[in-house]
C-alpha cells in the first residue's frame, strides 16, 4: 500500500523560502499515468492545491502560486519536494503530499505544520 | 477555474438517520474512459481529511458500506445511511480533472 510522509522545517522566516519533501513508499515515482501533488490548509480554512508533477517530470500549478511555487522529483529516492519562495505570514499552513493516479484510489500523506514568523 | 459547490453548509443529524451532501461542479467532471474525478473527504476534528470516495462512487478501502457516492456529470452526491457519533467533521468534495485541481467549501455534520 502507498504511504507518503511530508518533511521539513516546521517554521519559516517571512521572505524566505518554504522547502518540503514527500517521501513516497510502497510504489514508483514512475508510474505511468500517476501524478504528484501538494495541498495546503491555512488554519481553520478550507484546502487549497497548490500544484502537481507528472510521472514524466511535467509540472502543473495553481496560478495562485505559479510565480512562487517549484515542484521537483527524485526518482533515485523516490521523494518529490515543493520550494514555495517569498513567504509570507498567509502561508502559514498545514502542507499535504498526495498521489493521484487515472485509476486507482488517492493516497495523502498526514500532513506538516509550517509556520511563518514575521 | 471549476468552481465546486457543496450543500448544505451545516447538516445537523440524528445518531441513526441518513444524511446527503450535495456538491455541484461547473464543469463536468467526467473524462474520456467514462469515470467521474470526483472524491469525497472526512476531515474529522484535529485530523487530516481521510478519503471516503474517489472516482465518484469507489469507496476507499476501510470505508463502511454507510458511506455511499454517486452522481454524474456536474452533480454529485454523498449518502450516509445511518450516521454514528463518529461520523462527525467537515465533508469535503474534490475534483481532479481539471487543473487547478479545486474543492468545495466543505459541509460541517454535525450530532443533534
Known amino acids: 500500500q502507498l504511504q507518503l510522509q511530508e518533511s521539513g522545517p516546521g517554521l519559516v522566516t517571512s521572505s524566505e523560502t518554504l522547502s518540503l519533501t514527500c517521501t513516497v513508499s510502497g510504489g514508483s515515482l514512475s508510474r505511468s499515468g500517476d501524478y504528484w501533488v501538494w495541498i495546503r490548509q491555512p488554519p481553520e480554512?478550507?484546502?487549497?492545491?497548490i500544484g502537481s508533477i507528472y510521472f514524466d517530470g511535467n509540472t502543473h500549478f495553481n496560478p495562485s502560486f505559479e510565480s512562487r511555487a517549484a515542484i521537483s522529483a527524485d526518482t533515485s529516492k523516490n521523494q518529490f519536494s515543493l520550494n514555495l519562495n517569498s513567504v509570507t505570514?498567509?502561508?502559514t499552513a498545514i502542507y499535504y503530499c498526495a498521489a493521484r493516479s487515472l485509476y486507482y484510489a488517492p493516497y495523502w500523506g498526514r500532513g506538516t505544520l509550517v509556520t511563518v514568523s514575521s | 477555474d471549476i468552481v465546486?459547490?457543496?450543500?448544505?453548509?451545516?447538516?445537523?443529524?440524528?445518531p441513526g438517520e441518513p444524511a446527503s451532501i450535495s456538491c455541484r461542479s461547473s464543469q463536468?467532471?467526467?473524462?474520456t474512459n467514462g469515470y467521474?474525478?470526483?472524491?469525497?473527504?472526512?476531515?474529522?476534528?484535529?485530523?487530516?481529511?481521510?478519503?471516503?470516495?474517489?472516482?465518484?462512487?469507489?469507496?476507499a478501502s476501510g470505508v463502511p458500506d454507510r458511506f455511499s457516492g454517486s452522481g454524474s456529470g456536474t452533480d454529485f452526491t454523498?449518502?450516509?445511511?445511518?450516521?454514528?457519533?463518529?461520523?462527525?467533521?467537515?465533508?469535503?468534495?474534490?475534483?481532479?480533472?481539471?487543473?487547478?485541481?479545486?474543492?468545495?467549501?466543505?459541509?460541517k455534520l454535525e450530532i443533534k
Open chain 2, 28 to 31: 463536468s467532471l467526467l473524462f
Open chain 1, 89 to 91: 505570514v498567509a502561508d
Open chain 2, 36 to 59: 467521474h474525478y470526483l472524491d469525497w473527504y472526512l476531515q474529522k476534528p484535529g485530523q487530516s481529511p481521510q478519503l471516503l470516495i474517489y472516482l465518484g462512487s469507489n469507496r
Open chain 2, 4 to 14: 465546486m459547490t457543496q450543500s448544505p453548509l451545516s447538516l445537523p443529524v440524528t
Open chain 1, 45 to 49: 480554512k478550507g484546502l487549497e492545491w
Open chain 2, 78 to 107: 454523498l449518502k450516509i445511511s445511518r450516521v454514528e457519533a463518529g461520523d462527525v467533521g467537515i465533508y469535503y468534495c474534490m475534483q481532479a480533472l481539471h487543473n487547478p485541481l479545486t474543492f468545495g467549501g466543505g459541509t
